[in-house]
C-alpha cells in the first residue's frame, strides 16, 4: 500500500509538466479557440534551443536551409538561409555559457513561435471550419517536429537545466512517513506549475488584457463591438501560450528528453480538458492527477497479479487517454465550442464521373513504370501507391464523414501485426531473423481477412467517441489513442509474439493463389519483387474505385450531409450514428489493408513504422493532394516521404533528409488549408483552371454574406 | 383511423418555463393544419417536440397509430414524419439535387457494397417523387447548383423539396414562407394545396395570417405555449380570443415603440444628465 501510494506521488514530477503544458494549451484556446496540437513540439524547441546554447553556444533559428546548392544560385550568391547564430564563445567542458542570457535567448525564441504560430498559421485560419484549424495545428505538430530532426538530430540530451530540477540531488526520504523515498525535484516541479498556474490565473481575473480576452473567448463578436481586436488578443495569448510552453519544456529538461515533448501534449491535452478548457486551477490539478495516475498505474502494473498482457508502458499511455475519454464522455456537451464571427467552407467533394477510365490510367502508368525501374525505383514506387492506398482510408473518413480521426494509420499498423499474429507457424522465416513467428498457422488469405476484420473492430472501437463528440475533441481522443493502441496493442508481446516490442518479422513466403507475392525478391535481396508490384496496384485500384464510388452513390452523400449538418441528416431519415460507424468501418478496412501490404512488402516491420509522426505526415500529404478525392490521395501518395516526388528530386537536386520531406508537407499542408479551403492540389485542376488560380484566392470574399447564417447553423449542429 | 398525428397534453419545459403547455391537437389525414400564433408563442418548439429535436416533459404524440414519444429524429422521418427548418439547415456540400436524393433514399446494411461496385438501387418512384419536388417548387434549372449559389428565398424552397423528396405521410412546414420574395412565395403558396394530392398531410406553422387562413382546412391558434383557439379559417377569422391575442400583441408594440421614441428622445436631449 505504501508503495503505491509513493508511486502516486512520485507521478507528481510528470503530473506537473502535464499541468504546465496543459495551462499553455488553454491559454492559447481562450486566446483563440484553437486547440494547440503542436503545443508538446513548441515546449520541445525552446528545451532543444536553451539546451544547445547551453552546450555549444549556437542558437537554432526554427527552420532550415531550403535553398538548394545550384549553380545560378551560388552565382547569384543565394547560398543559404541562415540557420543558425553563434552566440557564446566559451570554453567547451569548463565552463558554461551565462544562465539568465540563455533562458531569455530561449524565451525569445519562444516568442518567435508565438508570432509564427499567429501571424502564418491561425490568424489566416480564423475563419476555416474546425477541420482547417485542427489541420494546422497538425501542421504546426509536424513542422516543429521535423525541424528539431534536422536542426538537432533528435539525440538524446544530456540534461543542462536549473538545478533547484536536477533528479540528482538528495532524495526525500520516508516522506510523511510512508518509508520510501521521493525525488526532490518533484516538489520543486509541482512548485512551478502552480506558480505558473497562479500567475496565468490572476493575470486573467485581474488585468484588462485578461477579462477582454475572457469576453473575446465567451462572445468574439460582442468583443469587438466593445472595441477590443480578436485578433490581437489572440496574438498576445498565443505569445503568452509558447511562452509558457517553452519554459515548461526547460524546466523539465532534467525528466524528459526534449523530442518527447511533442508526444507529451497527449497528458497536457487530458489536463486542459479536465479543466474544461476554461479553468487554470483545474487544469493544473488535472495534470497533477493524470501524473499520478499514471505513476500509480505503472505500480500496480508491477505486482504479480497484473495480467501481463497488460504492458506497464501501456498503462502509463492508456491513463491520460482514459481522463480524455471520461471528461469527454461526461462533460462533452459542456465543453466551449467557440464560434467564430464567419465559419468558411468545408473544402468541396465533388464527385468523379471518369472512374473507369481515370482508374485505367493509373494503373497502367504504375504497371509500365513498374516495369521500367529496377530495384531501388520499384520500392520508391510501391511506397507512392501503399501510401495512396493508406490514403483513401483518410478519404472516407476525413474527406467524405468530416471525422479528423488521427489514429488510423494506428489501425493499419494493428492490423499488420495481427496478420503475421494469425498466420504464424512457429518457424524461423529466415535464416538471419532474431524472433520466430509464432501464431495459429492460418493461410495467407484468411490470415489477410482475419486481420483486416480485427483492424476494423479496432477502427470501430476508436470511433465510438465520435457518435457523441466531433471536431476537434474528436482529433484529440483519436490522436491520444495513438499512444495507447502502439504500448499497449502492437508492441505487446503476449498478444502479437516475441518480436512486437522490437522488431517482428513478417511471414517470408505470402502467397495468394499459389503465387508468392512479397515485396522481397529472393535473388536481389531488394524489396522489388514485381509481383508484389502488380499485386499491390491492383488492390489499390480496387480500393480506389470503391471509395470513389462511395461518393457517386448515396453511401457518400449520406456521408457528406452528415458532414454538413447533422442536425438536418436526422431530419432526412439519417441514423447519423450507424453511418458514422459505418464510416469508420470502411476506413478502418482499408487502412487494415494497407497496413498489411506494408507488412508483405518489407522482411520485418516495427510498431516505429506505424508511429504517430508518421501518421501524421500521411494526413498532411493526401489533404495537399486534396482530402476529399482519390485523385488527392494518388498526388498524395507520390508526394509523400520516400515515394516518387521527394526521391525523384533527391537525385536530380541532391539527396533530402526525410525530415526536411515532412516539413515541407507540412508546410504545404498549411498553405492548402489557407488558401484552397483544405481541397488540395488535385482539385485546383478541376477548379482553378476554370476561373483562373485567382479565384481560388478570391474565393474567401464571398463566403462573409453567408455567414451569419453559417454560423447559426454550427453552433446549433454542436448542441443536438 | 382517420387522424395521422395526434398530440394530447404535450408538454415542452425549459427551465420552468413551458414553452408549450397540454397542446392537444389532431391532423386529419390528407388535410391540411395550420398552426398559428405570435413570436414566442412555441410554434417552432411544437415542431421541435413532435419531431424529436427537444424532449417533452409531459404528454404524448401518436403519429400513424404509433407512439412515437421515445424515437429518435430520424426514426420518426424514416416513418414519414419529415419536417423542413426555419434556418435553412441545407447540406451546403452537396447540389440541390443530391440534398433531395439523400432524403429520398432510404439505406439497407449492405448498401455501401453496392454503392463501391456503382450498383446503386434505382427506385422509380423515389426518382419521380424527386422530379417532381424539384419541379413544383421550381428548382429544374438550378438542380445541379450548389445551395450556396442561391438566393435566400430559393435555398428555403430547396428545404421544402428536401422534405418532399422524403415522401413523407406528414410534412411539417416550419414558417415557409419567411424570407420569401413575392415571385417565391407565389410558386410555394401555389403549390401547398397540390402536396394533398400526393398521398400526404400537410401541417403548417406561420404566423402570416393571410397565407395560413387562405390554404388552411383547419387552424389551431397558439400563443404563450397554450391552444387559445381552434377551428376552420372561417371560425378563427372571426373568433374574439383569435383577435384579442393579435390585438394584444399589436398594442404592446404600440407601446414598445412609444417607449422607444421616448428614450431616444430622452438621448437627444441630454448626455449630461447620465
Known sequence: MNQ????????????????????????????????????????????????????????????????????????????????????????????????????????????????????????????????????????????????????????????????????????????????????????????????????????????????????????????????????????????????????????????????????????????????????????????????????????????????????????????????????????????????????????????????????IFAMGFALILSNVFVSKWEAVLTTSILATLFMFSLTVIVGYLGQISLAQFSIAGFAAFMMIRFVGDGTLQRPDDYYVITGINMPTILGFVCAVVAGTLLGLLIGLPALRIRGVQLAVVTMSSVLAIEELLTKSRSLMGEGAASIQPTPSNPSWFGQYIGGFNKETFRTDYWKYSLFLVIITALVGVAVVNLRRGNTGRRFLAIRANERAAAAAGINVKNAKMLGFGISSAIASIAGIMLAYKIPAVQAENFAIFSGLGLLAFVYLGGITTGYGAVVGGLLVAGGMMPEFLGVHFGDVERGMINAVGAVGLILNAIVTGGEGVALLQSDALGKGPLALLRRNPDEDESSEADEDNATEGASV | MSNILETSGLTVTFGGLNACDKVDLTVPKGKFVGLIGPNGAGKTTFIDAITGYVPTSAGSAIFNGEDIGELKPHERAQRGLVRTFQSLELFEDLSVKDNLLVAGYDTRWYSFLLDMIYMP?????????????????????????????????????????????????????????????????????????????????????????????????????????KIIAQGTPQEIRESETVKKAYLGEEAGEIQAQAGERMTSLQHDQGGQDD
Open chain 2, 121 to 225: 438501387r434505382k427506385d422509380k418512384e423515389v426518382e419521380e417523387q424527386i422530379e417532381w419536388a424539384l419541379d413544383i417548387m421550381g428548382l429544374n434549372d438550378v438542380a445541379d447548383a450548389m445551395p450556396s449559389d442561391l438566393s435566400h428565398g430559393r435555398r428555403k424552397l430547396v428545404g421544402v423539396a428536401r422534405a418532399l423528396a422524403a415522401s413523407p405521410d406528414l410534412i411539417l412546414l416550419d414558417e415557409p414562407a419567411a424570407g420569401l420574395d413575392t415571385a417565391e412565395s407565389q410558386i410555394l403558396g401555389g403549390h401547398l394545396r397540390e402536396f394533398l394530392d400526393h398521398d400526404m398531410s400537410v401541417f403548417l406553422i406561420d404566423h402570416d395570417m393571410g397565407l395560413v387562413l387562405s390554404v388552411c382546412d383547419y387552424i389551431y391558434v397558439l400563443d404563450f405555449g
Open chain 1, 4 to 359: 503505491f501510494l509513493i508511486a502516486l506521488i512520485a507521478g507528481v514530477g510528470t503530473g506537473s509538466l502535464y499541468a504546465m503544458l496543459g495551462t499553455g494549451l488553454v491559454v492559447a484556446f481562450r486566446g483563440s479557440g484553437v486547440i494547440n496540437l503542436g503545443h508538446g513540439a513548441v515546449a520541445g524547441y525552446a528545451a532543444y534551443v536553451f539546451n544547445e546554447l547551453r552546450t555549444s553556444g549556437e542558437l537554432y533559428l526554427p527552420w532550415f536551409d531550403i535553398i538548394p546548392e545550384w549553380g545560378f544560385l551560388q552565382t547569384l550568391r543565394i547560398n543559404n538561409l541562415p540557420t543558425r547564430i553563434h552566440v557564446f564563445d566559451f570554453e567547451m567542458y569548463i565552463e558554461k555559457p551565462p544562465l539568465v542570457p540563455t533562458l531569455l535567448i530561449s524565451i525569445g525564441v519562444s516568442v518567435l513561435l508565438g508570432l509564427m504560430m499567429h501571424l502564418l498559421v491561425f490568424r489566416p485560419l480564423r475563419n476555416a471550419p474546425i477541420l482547417g484549424k485542427v489541420i494546422g495545428s497538425v501542421g504546426v505538430l509536424l513542422y516543429l517536429d521535423s525541424v528539431i530532426a534536422v536542426n538537432f538530430g533528435g539525440q538524446n540530451r544530456s540534461s543542462s537545466g536549473f538545478w533547484i530540477f536536477k533528479p540528482d540531488m538528495e532524495p526525500v526520504s520516508n516522506f510523511l512517513g510512508l518509508g520510501g523515498t521521493i525525488p526532490r525535484a518533484n516538489f520543486s516541479m509541482l512548485a512551478a506549475a502552480v506558480v505558473m498556474g497562479a500567475f496565468v490565473f490572476c493575470l486573467y481575473r485581474y488585468t484588462r488584457f485578461g477579462i477582454a480576452t475572457r469576453a473575446a473567448d465567451e462572445n468574439e463578436k460582442g468583443a469587438s463591438l466593445l472595441g477590443y481586436s480578436p485578433q490581437l488578443i489572440a496574438g498576445i495569448n498565443w505569445v503568452l501560450s509558447s511562452v509558457l510552453a517553452g519554459l515548461a519544456g526547460i524546466i523539465f529538461l532534467h525528466k524528459t528528453q526534449p523530442s518527447l515533448y511533442a508526444t507529451l501534449v497527449v497528458g497536457a491535452l487530458g489536463a486542459a480538458l479536465f479543466g474544461r478548457l476554461t479553468s487554470i486551477p483545474m487544469t493544473v490539478l488535472g495534470g497533477v492527477i493524470i501524473g499520478m495516475m499514471s505513476g500509480g498505474g505503472v505500480s500496480l502494473a508491477n505486482n504479480d497479479w497484473w495480467p501481463n498482457w497488460l504492458e506497464i508502458e501501456g498503462v502509463r499511455t492508456f491513463m491520460p487517454l482514459l481522463v480524455i475519454i471520461l471528461v469527454l464522455y461526461f462533460q462533452g456537451d459542456k465543453l466551449p465550442i467557440r464560434g467564430s464571427i464567419s465559419v468558411g467552407r468545408q473544402p468541396n467533394a465533388p464527385a468523379s464521373n471518369n472512374v473507369v477510365v481515370g482508374t
